[in-house]
């Protein structure tokens, strides 16, 4: 079974803070996402990575990076954390260019910066 | 650029019934993928349904199926004899299949809630 995990649940984090939230797959999968999910907004890209130390901006890349130093592994940053960056994060692993490409997803990090 | 489109932001179906939740996309891309997820109030997301955009037959997976309808733009998520357990939000996505364009576009989403 593909398996995709995050680095907390849940995570409390004030306003300025340098805060990481980290993902790892262990199916070999070439693509990693990231996607923040809002109420009424459905989810949208934050940024996405097709091999190590590649990286694209997605959507909504503002205020965000990312780090991919290992294929297994992807690192979202938020640098300097603000209130309007709590949101649910999801990451997402897939094949690279095979078959339908389908995303297997993590269960997700619900971060509140306050 | 694709856009999904979901209008149902809710609906309400009698357990047993079937349903049918709405989805339409733009896109200028010739090859593109089009996919439903599920999730849960867990949180988790779940493949349900994927169609091809050159799959002459609808797609289907179980209690599933993929009503698409390329002149139209539509690729809605049919939910046949409906159970408890598919109250949940659900998504429709599309993504494109030239490499460096396999992210997914989500819709808004549609919360789906079976009434005993």
């Known amino acids: 079974d593909v398996k995709v995990t995050q680095s907390s649940r849940y995570l409390v984090k004030r306003t300025g803070e340098k805060v990481f939230l980290e993902c790892v797959q262990d199916m070999d999968h070439e693509n990693m996402f990231w996607y923040r999910q809002d109420p009424g907004l459905g989810l949208r890209l934050i940024y996405f990575s097709y091999d190590v130390k590649m990286k694209e901006k997605g959507d909504i890349p503002e205020g965000y990076s990312v780090s991919r130093e290992k294929k297994e592994r992807f690192s979202l940053i938020l640098e300097s954390a603000s209130t309007n960056q709590t949101s649910m994060y999801l990451c997402?692993?897939?094949?690279?260019?095979?078959?339908?490409?389908?995303?297997?997803f993590g269960p997700g990090t619900r971060l509140t910066v306050t | 650029a694709q856009k999904i489109t979901q209008t149902q932001p809710g609906m309400f179906v009698q357990e047993k019934e079937a349903v049918t939740l709405d989805c339409t996309y733009d896109?200028?891309?010739?090859?593109?993928?089009l996919f439903w997820y599920k999730q849960p109030s867990s949180g988790e997301m779940i493949f349900l349904i994927y169609q091809g955009s050159y799959d002459e037959q609808n797609a289907t997976e179980g209690r599933y199926s993929l009503n698409f309808q390329k002149a139209r733009k539509s690729a809605n998520l049919v939910i046949s004899a409906s159970q408890l357990g598919d109250s949940a939000m659900y998504f429709c996505a599309m993504r494109g299949i030239s490499f460096g364009n396999e992210k997914l576009t989500f819709g808004t989403g549609t919360r789906l809630t079976i009434i005993p």
């Open positions: 997402a692993s897939s094949f690279l260019g095979q078959g339908m490409g389908e995303q297997y």
């Open positions: 896109t200028s891309d010739q090859s593109y993928g």
